[in-house]
């Protein structure tokens, strides 16, 4: 299958899934994640009109980006060491990995030295515990928000959480239940932000999250094969 059909053949998955699931398909974005692929092919994936993709390295995206549309809207999924932070803020429609005091305060100063008023970010929250290296534990998270508001520019739009890699189903559900209450429990502390974002959902296990609610999935492999096979 060819990107342009693989695009295709997801998107009719993405909505099959949501019609089953009670939900509006319209209301689920699909960041298609780049990292590792070919700005050739990225043009292809923007071609069939795509516009939002993810990368997860900033030094690669850098090198990238200025040899692709200006109006694709880039999100940054990856762990993001403070040292890059000057070269997302202002670049990055969205910045899924807030997870520490350390980087909202490295975003706020950029911020602040660009002139820039808001920047849209993600709280990243590991549910699924040992699996994965970053996020904040979910017993973190309030208190982590709670300093959010000390740091204006810093624009929390929701969560975003990676799932278990794991073949057991319900560990995956479990994980994104836990990620959805944990968002809503937000909406209702935290009023003054948008929490309108729930960004959960990979090649593998897309379907769940949908099913739990999700409305950003962040998926690379399906669409773009490792291999680099067409
Ligand atoms: C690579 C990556 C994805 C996409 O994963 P696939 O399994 O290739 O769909 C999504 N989110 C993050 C944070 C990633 O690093």
């Known amino acids: ?7 295709q053949d997801l998107k ?12 509006d398909p319209e209301g689920i974005r699909l960041v298609l994640v780049t990292k590792t692929v070919e700005p050739s092919r990225i043009l292809e994936a923007y071609q069939a009109g795509a516009r939002d993709f993810g990368e997860n390295r900033v030094q690669e995206w850098r090198e990238k980006k200025p040899v692709l549309p200006p109006d694709i809207r880039w999100h940054l999924i990856g762990h993001l060491q403070t040292n890059k932070v000057k070269y997302v803020v202002g670049q990055a429609a969205l910045i ?7 980087l909202a305060d490295a975003v706020e100063k950029q911020a602040q030295a660009k002139g820039i008023a808001e920047v849209p970010c993600l709280v990243q929250v590991n549910v699924s515990g040992k699996e994965s290296q970053w996020g904040l534990d ?6 982590f928000v709670g300093q ?4 204006p520019a810093i624009m ?11 073949e057991d189903q319900e560990k995956i559900r479990e994980c994104f239940r836990r990620t959805r209450e ?7 502390r935290f009023p003054q932000y948008g929490w309108d974002i729930l960004s959960m959902g990979m090649s593998a296990d897309y379907r769940i999250a949908i099913e739990h609610g999700s409305n950003m999935l962040r998926i690379g492999s399906r669409v773009f094969p490792r291999d680099g096979a067409k």
């Not at 959010?148 to 740091?151: G, K, S, V």
């Not at 929390?156 to 794991?166: D, H, K, V």
């Not at 944990?182 to 209702?188: A, N, R």
């Open 1 to 7: 299958m060819n990107i342009v059909q693989s695009i």
């Open 138 to 143: 979910p017993a973190q998270v309030a208190d």
């Open 156 to 166: 929390l739009r929701g969560l975003m959480t990676i799932g278990p890699l794991t």
């Open 12 to 23: 009719k998955s993405i909505r099959e899934t949501a019609r089953a699931s009670g939900r």
């Open 182 to 188: 944990l968002l809503e429990d937000l909406k209702k």
């Open 96 to 102: 899924h990995s807030l997870d520490r005091l350390e």
């Open 148 to 151: 959010m508001p000390a740091r």
